[in-house]
């Protein structure tokens, strides 16, 4: 077990470059088993949830190498069409496999997934599409059977835009005979990505970034080499602790208006945003206003997995801030951390109302999940005075060299061995 030590009040000065993203990353590795021939993902990350992802599609049979940075992927001699409990419970993205699975093997056997524990993240929307598309289902003893003799197209409504859920329609109806309408779709700059790969293996989908997509079935798919998209969570993580820290930092490689609704925050806060092309400089004095209200929506509006880190900065803030989580019920288990280092947070149901203190101290926590995590640290890098944060293994799910990063920004952080 490995924790960071971080001794706070350092400015942030220079560039860092974005990874790919983790949230489309992980479902294009899930749909690389739609083709027999290969496929490779360019650029992808150093974290443990991709690393989860191969070893399931090396399970399933397919052969998975890194060249560098690229991940190639050849599915050709992949027979297996069930996943093992221990592999779904360590990933939520796991789920992503079932429309791959009975795509390719008209047949899945899965666990319910896992992640981190920030809510309870029902998999009906999932299911209930699949069964549109002719899916036969059975629940039984914490694992999900499904068969189908053949996927049809189907009109498609989603009664709440999930990410996941829209993914696993993508995957699901790619290659179903006839055209399957999807209404209600998640936005999210992802699910672009995802319609991008998979048109560029042969599919016609279109619509995606819209709340109606339209997939026309195809009969086969081919192999493609594909690069990602950046990460705009942890591209705002960044830009995040610059401005608790205070300094001038530029993040690479991720569009504005991805975090656009975050960067009008920050403006808030009093930091000064310039953007241009794919590229976002902060300036900051580190003596921030607080947001009097940011309430997570799904895309264009907050994203949920800014909400810790956007509460961090709220709790040195002058002012107080009503922060409203309407996607995850158990998202604040970070907040009795950040009251260790001083932070004034009253939780009630789905809302925190952050009174800014104007200062952190340093202390002890322990990260409880990945953005909860991410949160801690840029309260540290901000706090006066050393913190220890443990539990990286969560922090590691996500964010691909952290302290290396920071460090070249000016950050005091170092990662030990427990």
């Known amino acids: 077990m490995d924790k960071f030590i971080i001794d706070g009040g350092r400015r942030l000065y220079g560039t860092i470059r974005a990874e790919s993203a983790k949230n489309s990353v992980l479902p294009l590795l899930a749909a690389s088993v739609l083709t027999e021939e290969q496929v490779t993902i360019r650029e992808v ?19 998975v190498t890194f060249r560098g940075e690229d991940v190639i992927i050849d599915s050709a001699d992949a027979c297996c069409h069930e996943i093992s409990s221990a592999l779904t419970k360590e990933l939520r ?8 699975l009975l795509t390719r093997f008209r047949r899945a056997v899965i666990a319910y997934p896992g992640g981190c524990d920030i809510g309870l993240r029902p998999i009906d929307l999932h299911l209930s599409a699949l069964k549109r598309l002719g899916v036969k289902i059975e629940e039984r003893d914490g694992f999900i059977y499904c068969k189908c003799d053949v996927l049809r197209g189907a009109e498609i409504a989603l009664d709440f835009p999930s990410v996941g859920a829209t993914e696993n329609i993508l995957l699901a ?21 995802l319609q991008n790969f998979l048109n560029g293996m042969g599919a016609n989908i279109r619509g995606a970034g819209t709340d109606v997509i339209v997939i026309e079935g195809v009969k086969r798919l081919g192999g493609v080499t594909f690069l990602p998209i950046k990460d705009r969570i942890e591209a705002g993580s960044y830009l995040i602790a610059c401005a608790v820290c205070g300094g001038e930092t530029e993040v690479e490689g991720v569009c504005g208006e991805n975090i656009r609704l975050l960067l009008h925050k920050l403006r808030e806060n009093g930091c000064k945003i310039h953007t241009k092309n794919d590229k976002i400089r902060i300036e900051s004095s580190g003596r921030l206003k607080s947001n009097r209200r940011i309430e997570t929506m799904p895309f264009p509006g907050f994203p949920t997995d800014l909400q810790a880190q956007a509460t961090a900065l709220n709790s040195g803030a002058e002012g107080g801030a009503l922060i409203i ?36 101290h340093g202390a002890t926590v322990a990260a409880g ?30 964010y691909a060299d952290l302290q290396g990063k920071l460090t070249s920004l000016g950050a005091k952080i170092k990662r030990v061995r427990i």
């Not at 158990?330 to 004034?344: F, H, N, S």
């Open 45 to 63: 990350p150093a974290i443990t949830d991709v690393l989860c992802m191969v070893q399931i599609l090396r399970e399933l049979g397919a052969k």
């Open 93 to 100: 993205s796991s789920v992503f496999m079932l429309g791959s």
């Open 173 to 193: 109806a790619v290659k179903a005979e006839g055209r399957t309408v999807l209404h209600g779709a998640a936005k999210e700059p992802e699910i672009v990505d």
């Open 325 to 360: 989580e309407n996607l995850f019920e158990t998202r604040y288990k970070y907040v009795p951390e950040l009251r260790k280092m001083g932070a004034d947070i009253e939780v009630n149901g789905r809302n925190a109302f952050v009174r800014g203190v104007s200062r952190l």
């Open 369 to 398: 999940d990945l953005r909860g995590g991410a949160a801690l640290v840029i309260a540290a890098l901000g706090a006066e005075g050393t913190s220890e944060v443990l539990d990286l293994s969560h922090i590691d799910r996500g």
